[in-house]
């Protein structure tokens, strides 16, 4: 049988730093934000969704981190053919399992996945962010 042709991919509208500004970092914080403890003057307060909702949105929130790992996979998004793609995968991979963390509602696991997924941002900034920086003085 014939094969089915690929179709050509979209061009993209926001380059990789709008991207990561616009989507993915508002996406990482407000997951991290969702889960957690504050220690100050007033004592400790323990930080977790309190609704069906409040979680609903911890799992876009993971969605997204999990979608725009592909995305920066696409077109000319990607800086190489090495690393760049380990580390979007490990984004992907990350995000889907923040996904089950929040789905299960289950604030320990969201809490620790979110450490996972700091990780996985943090490698892949010391390589690229590190590397668009002007050198120091």
């Excluded at 042709?5 to 990561?20: F, I, N, S």
């Excluded at 990607?78 to 996904?99: I, N, Q, Y």
Aim: glycine share 8%; net charge negative.
């Amino acid at each position: 049988g014939s094969q089915p042709r690929p179709r050509p991919a979209p061009p993209p509208v926001a380059d990789v730093k709008q991207l990561m500004h616009a989507v993915l970092d508002r996406a990482a914080d407000d997951y991290w934000d969702g889960v957690g403890t504050v220690i100050d003057q007033s004592g400790t307060t323990e930080i977790q969704p309190a609704t069906t909702e409040e979680w609903d949105a911890l799992v876009s929130h993971a969605t997204v981190v999990a979608e725009t790992g592909n995305l920066l996979m696409l077109g000319a998004r990607p800086k190489d053919g090495g690393d760049w793609m380990k580390f979007s995968r490990e984004l992907v991979d990350v995000g889907d399992k923040a996904m089950r963390a929040a789905a299960a509602h289950n604030p320990q696991a969201v809490f620790d996945v979110g450490a996972e997924m700091y990780d996985v941002c943090t490698k892949c900034h010391q390589k690229y962010v590190v590397e668009a920086q002007p050198a120091a003085k």
